[in-house]
């Protein structure tokens, strides 16, 4: 796992072993995992979405305490994954790092918990399955508008956004920032630290 230049966003690059089977490799691996963060993924929930292509999810994030984390590869088909910081006091904030994850190279991405993330699917029934930290809390779970020309995120062109009634009405990230919806990156910080001391 690599650093995606995101304190508490990492990237997985795995070996890709193919014969005239089909092929395998390893998404995730604990020993790994806890090398590059500190600390072991705690499973709570594991999500599958299916998208058609130009179907956007996001921009979404939890409060922290306790935030969900994510960790998130695609396995049919081809998505735009993007982590942003939205932690606000962070020397990244408002700043995204995007990834390809798709069916061939089988990439994998982890998020900490308060980054935001989002992706658009490339391709028809483009299927991403994540395994999170904790559980969905509707009352904990938030979002900042994806096409909100300030974050500027890099949706490719020619391809129609699709979003969610939820997602199309979510805020700015001025709003949010404004409205105090974001986590702080020294609550995130300490977390993190928590999670390393356990």
């Not at 299916?50 to 695609?74: E, L, N």
């Not at 699917?121 to 999170?132: E, G, M, R, S």
Request: include cysteine; glycine fraction near 10%.
């Amino acid at each position: 796992m690599r650093s995606l230049g995101i304190d508490g966003a990492w990237l997985l690059e795995p070996k890709v072993f193919p014969d005239d089977r089909g092929t395998f490799h390893e998404w995730y691996r604990g020993e790994e995992f806890r090398e590059a963060t500190g600390y072991d993924l705690t499973l709570a929930q594991a999500n599958c979405s299916v998208s058609r292509r130009g179907v956007v999810r996001g921009v979404h994030f939890s409060d922290v305490p306790p935030g969900q984390a994510k960790y998130v590869t695609c396995v049919r088909g081809a998505v735009l994954d993007v982590v942003v910081d939205l932690r606000t006091g962070s020397p990244a904030f408002g700043q995204w790092e995007a990834v390809r994850l798709d069916d061939d190279t089988r990439h994998a991405v982890f998020l900490a918990e308060g980054l935001g993330h989002a992706f658009m699917a490339l391709t028809d029934d483009a299927t991403v399955i994540y395994l999170c930290s904790t559980g969905y809390a509707p009352d904990r779970e938030h979002g900042v508008h994806p096409l909100d020309p300030d974050l500027a995120l890099p949706w490719p062109e020619g391809v129609e956004p699709v979003l969610s009634a939820k997602d199309a009405e979510s805020p700015s990230l001025a709003h949010a920032l404004r409205t105090g919806l974001l986590p702080s990156y020294e609550d995130c910080a300490a977390h993190y630290r928590g999670l390393r001391q356990g």
